[in-house]
């Protein structure tokens, strides 16, 4: 997949300015394109469980009501009808789980999610989505399709830098067999419904489809889990034979290994590489070499702290590898903040696209963390404050993208 070389803005709709999908949304896309933006990426558009967790929604289908500007237009049975019609595969399972009055809502939100995109799109801003790898435990497709997961186990990460006992997730693990044998019909369905809805999307746990951290369901943490084999790539080229190219960015962080990245590779996908974690010995940067042009470079991401919140906390080694790669830039801090030296220093980079919080544009602390991961509540609640994105904060940051060479053609 050929990427323009762009840039874009990571914020989930639950943070703008009362959440929905209504006129702050539009505004902020006026925004994106005001600052010369070429993208907006969100987190997964599913109902999201108590917490407010969107990676745990209850359909890996249907979008959100709660995201709704008018959750109470008037939809016909028609429409209704005609929905049903062109979402076969899962329409009538999530129905049946959600209760009277699902369906028109997802009536409600292709209208709505439609008419933003469109409005996008004539401005040059595209979208951006996110496809978790796991489905919520007894949610719709836990329901609908029980035979195609494995009883008994759960999802989770072994030990990692965000948690000594690993995470222990909790969703129902995938039967890879059961899923072979229907052509991998289920993930075909799914991908063609996330095309629905974005341009692009990032998966979620690449290295899940490699090997996968397998947790027996009586364990209180991911500690002792054991690795088991992924289907690989003959899941990706179902999707492709039926569906096309692949627009898929790899979120390919964590435990790495060689047959991972082999398998990214294979398929053309870009990968990642995040800021927060290139400066934990000198030359982080540079190692990465001439690959830096197949990855999608971000500051940090939604499972990251802000970074102004990591320059607080960083480690010596970290602020000085930090502003080494900052000076080999022509990036000098004496002249602005960290922050955004280093959001220009992610703009600079050779990835063809690089993707910035919000939250870091906006130079906010560790109060606008948007998720901690390891941690069961206070998570997913930040919000955008009204008159924050300004005109000014827009031509610093089409500023930015112009030097880099970003800027839309």
Same mark, same amino acid.
């Given at each position: ?12 709709? $639950? ?7 209504? /006129? ?24 999201? @469980? ?9 359909? /890996? ?36 789980? /959600? ?20 409005? /996008? ?8 989505? @996110? ?167 971000? $500051?940090? $991401? ?87 994105? $300004? ?19």
């Amino acid at each position: 997949m050929n990427l323009a070389r762009s840039s874009g803005i990571l914020l989930h709709p $639950t943070s703008l300015p009362h959440g929905r999908l209504g /006129a702050e949304a539009y505004r902020f896309v006026d925004w994106l394109a005001k600052a010369g933006q070429s993208w907006w990426q969100v987190l997964p558009l599913g109902p999201p @469980d108590e917490s407010g967790s969107p990676y745990r929604a209850a359909s /890996a289908f249907a979008g959100w009501p709660g995201l709704l500007a008018h959750p109470r237009a008037k939809v016909t049975a028609e429409q209704v009808e005609d929905f049903v019609a062109r979402h076969p595969y899962w329409a009538g399972s999530w129905g049946a789980y /959600a209760g009277p009055g699902a369906l028109a809502d997802q009536v409600r939100f292709e209208r709505e999610w439609a008419a933003l995109r469109a409005y /996008a799109a004539e401005r040059g801003v595209r979208l951006v989505g @996110d496809l978790p790898i796991y489905v919520a435990p007894g949610g719709a497709d836990h329901r609908a399709w029980p035979e195609l997961f494995k009883p008994g186990l759960v999802s989770g990460v072994p030990p990692d830098l965000f948690t000594s006992t690993g995470q222990l997730w909790g969703n129902p693990l995938y039967d890879w067999g059961a899923m072979r044998a229907t052509g991998y019909r289920w993930w075909v369905e799914r991908f063609r419904r996330t095309f629905e809805l974005v341009d692009l999307t990032r998966v979620d746990h690449f290295r899940g489809f490699v090997a996968y951290w397998s947790v027996s369901a009586r364990m209180r943490t991911a500690r002792r889990g054991v690795w088991r084999r992924g289907p690989g790539r003959p899941l990706f080229d179902a999707v492709r034979a039926s569906l096309g190219e692949l627009r898929v960015i790899a979120e390919d962080l964590g435990v790495i290994t060689p047959p991972v990245e082999r398998l990214r590779d294979e398929l053309g996908l870009p990968g990642m590489l995040v800021l927060q974690f290139a400066f934990g010995r000198p030359g982080g940067l540079e190692r990465l070499g001439p690959e830096l042009s197949n990855r999608v470079v971000y $500051t940090g $991401t939604h499972d990251n702290d802000t970074t102004a919140g990591w320059w607080a906390s960083a480690s010596r080694e970290e602020r000085r590898n930090a502003r080494q790669a900052l000076h080999d830039r022509g990036i000098e801090l004496h002249s602005e903040p960290p922050y955004w030296a280093l959001v220009r220093l992610a703009l600079s980079l050779r990835g063809s696209l690089a993707i910035v919080p919000l939250q870091d544009v906006l130079g906010l602390g560790s109060e606008a963390r948007m998720n901690t991961p390891g941690r069961g509540s206070g998570n997913w609640g930040w919000q955008l404050r009204g008159g924050e994105l $300004t005109g000014e904060l827009a031509a610093r940051l089409q500023e930015a993208t112009a030097t880099a060479g970003r800027l839309a053609r």
